[in-house]
């Protein structure tokens, strides 16, 4: 199992530009996330998804857009990018049910620089 | 005021010292506890996870609750370089619901 996977690694956009952060997981899991990372911010969620087709806004939505079209996959948009935006983003993945459901699954991060 | 705190650190500590990270929190409601360990440029990976009070323990590592304190924490004992890493605390009112994150305390163990 590769886990959690997200692409790219490493991202430089300019002011107004737009992109996609992608993320992958091969586990079967329900429930998919999107975190912001900032220094001394902790992570904050930006979207979640419970299942294929179904998407909700976290605690800092705006900016960014999600879908979830198949369980596996969940990118995130960024419509207009903003300097605000600089961060490194994590998506997560869990099962909704069963023994490992608190357990959220982090993949290895997204670093983007707005200038 | 932030709903949890937690000290940004850094702590640096020698070798085989016991280490004693906490996070506070204003919410009563908060029954799941899990801290959660992010090596440098790595995502997170649960470490440990506790249901309402009491410890847990889990080879060099033990998870303590106390609710009327509003107050957790990580024991790390005979801590080694491999464990310099960043802890995140997080807690939830329900099993299943989002998480609230501490910022991380950045955990330096010296040779």
């Known amino acids: 199992n590769a886990g959690v996977t997200q692409t790219p690694k490493f991202q430089v956009l300019k002011t107004g530009q737009s992109m996609t952060l992608q993320c992958a997981q091969d586990?079967?899991?329900?429930?998919m996330s999107w975190y912001r990372q900032d220094p001394g911010m902790g992570l904050r969620l930006i979207h979640y998804s419970v299942g294929a087709g179904i998407t909700d806004q976290g605690e800092v939505p705006n900016g960014y857009n999600v879908s979830r079209s198949t369980t596996e996959d969940f990118p995130l948009r960024l419509l207009s990018a903003a300097p605000s935006q600089t961060s490194v983003y994590f998506c997560a993945s869990r099962p909704l049910a069963g023994e490992w459901k608190e357990t959220q699954y982090f993949g290895p991060g997204t670093r983007l620089l707005v200038l | 005021q932030k709903e949890v705190e937690q000290d940004p650190g850094p702590l640096s500590v020698p070798e085989g010292a016991i280490v004693s990270l906490n996070c506070t929190y204003s919410n009563s409601a908060f029954q799941y506890f899990m801290w959660y360990r992010q090596y440098s440029r790595k995502g997170p990976e649960l470490l440990m996870y506790?249901?309402s009070s009491g410890n847990k323990e889990d080879g060099r590592f033990t998870a303590q609750v106390d609710k009327s304190s509003k107050y957790i924490s990580l024991f790390i004992r005979d801590s080694q370089p491999s464990d310099s890493a960043t802890y995140l605390c997080?807690?939830?009112?329900?099993?299943?619901?989002?998480?609230?994150w501490g910022a991380g305390t950045k955990l330096i163990i010296k040779p």
């Open positions: 586990m079967n899991h329900e429930y």
């Open positions: 997080a807690m939830s009112a329900r099993s299943n619901y989002q998480l609230i």
């Open positions: 506790t249901y």
